[in-house]
């Protein structure tokens, strides 16, 4: 699996369950998600790009997220973001 696109949405929706295969790209832009950025992301040690623009994430930003050595863009630009970095 080269990419994990998830077409856009036209109502608001929790962020889905990430897959258990390691796609290097996955991209969630434009779906309204809401809610926080699963723990489970830190597991994706292949990803190298992950799009969460056009959404509504709040909550913290993972610790997780930092076993992701190989992730080299993280989109986030036009999604509202309430969030902490811990």
Known sequence: MKSLP?????SVAPIPPLPSRHPPDIDLSRNQLTGNI???IGALSSLKALNLSGNHIDGS????IGNL?????????GTLCQVQFL
């Open 61 to 64: 930003i993972p610790e997780e």
């Open 69 to 77: 050595g190989s992730l080299e863009d993280l989109i986030s630009h």
């Open 6 to 10: 998830v077409s856009p949405v036209s």
């Open 38 to 40: 699963p723990k489970e």
